[in-house]
C-alpha cells in the first residue's frame, strides 16, 4: 500500500479522515512511501503547532515518533535517487497541461510505480485526478 505523506501525517493528527485512514493502514500488510516524507511529515506536524492544534512540545513527540517509525522502517520508505527524480520528470512531461500535478506528488507518483504498486492512498485532488494519467488507482477515504 502506497501512501503520500498526508496520509502518513494523518496516522499522527486528527484531522478529518484520520479514523478511517488509521483503519486502512492498519489492515494493510504493508505501507510504502517516499523518503520525501522524512520532511513533508516533518512540515505538517509542524504546521499543526503553528496553527495551534498541537503544542510544540506535543508536536515535537509526534516528529520523534514518526522518526523512530522510519528507522523501525514501519513506513517503508523508498530512497530518492536520480532515477526516481528523472521518471518523475518523464510523468510530469507526459501529462496533459490541463492535468495540474506538484513536484512532490510527481515524486510520490513515480515512487509507487518505482515500488510496483496499483494504487495510490491520498486525499489530495491533484495527486488522485493524476494517478490515472500514470496507470495508478487513485484511492481515497
Not at 516524507?37 to 503547532?49: D, I, Y
Given at each position: 500500500m502506497y501512501l503520500d505523506s498526508a496520509y502518513i501525517a494523518k496516522y499522527y493528527v486528527n484531522?478529518?479522515?484520520?479514523?478511517a485512514v488509521r483503519k486502512?493502514?492498519?489492515?494493510a500488510p504493508s505501507v510504502c512511501s517516499c523518503s520525501l516524507a522524512l520532511v513533508e511529515v516533518t512540515c505538517a506536524l509542524q504546521r499543526h503547532?503553528?496553527?495551534?492544534?498541537?503544542?510544540q512540545p506535543q508536536a515535537r513527540e509526534l516528529i520523534d515518533l514518526f522518526r523512530s517509525h522510519v528507522q523501525d522502517d514501519v513506513w517503508g520508505l523508498l530512497p530518492m535517487t536520480q532515477g526516481l527524480l528523472n521518471r518523475a520528470a518523464a510523468l510530469v512531461r507526459s501529462l496533459k497541461l490541463d492535468t495540474p500535478l506538484r513536484a512532490g506528488d510527481a515524486i510520490h507518483l513515480a515512487a509507487a510505480l518505482e515500488a510496483g504498486e496499483v494504487e495510490i492512498w491520498t486525499n489530495d485532488r491533484h495527486l488522485l485526478g493524476a494517478a490515472a494519467h500514470v496507470g495508478l488507482v487513485g484511492r481515497s477515504v
Amino acid at each position: 500500500m502506497y501512501l503520500d505523506s498526508a496520509y502518513i501525517a494523518k496516522y499522527y493528527v486528527n484531522e478529518p479522515d484520520a479514523p478511517a485512514v488509521r483503519k486502512v493502514i492498519r489492515k494493510a500488510p504493508s505501507v510504502c512511501s517516499c523518503s520525501l516524507a522524512l520532511v513533508e511529515v516533518t512540515c505538517a506536524l509542524q504546521r499543526h503547532a503553528r496553527e495551534g492544534s498541537l503544542t510544540q512540545p506535543q508536536a515535537r513527540e509526534l516528529i520523534d515518533l514518526f522518526r523512530s517509525h522510519v528507522q523501525d522502517d514501519v513506513w517503508g520508505l523508498l530512497p530518492m535517487t536520480q532515477g526516481l527524480l528523472n521518471r518523475a520528470a518523464a510523468l510530469v512531461r507526459s501529462l496533459k497541461l490541463d492535468t495540474p500535478l506538484r513536484a512532490g506528488d510527481a515524486i510520490h507518483l513515480a515512487a509507487a510505480l518505482e515500488a510496483g504498486e496499483v494504487e495510490i492512498w491520498t486525499n489530495d485532488r491533484h495527486l488522485l485526478g493524476a494517478a490515472a494519467h500514470v496507470g495508478l488507482v487513485g484511492r481515497s477515504v
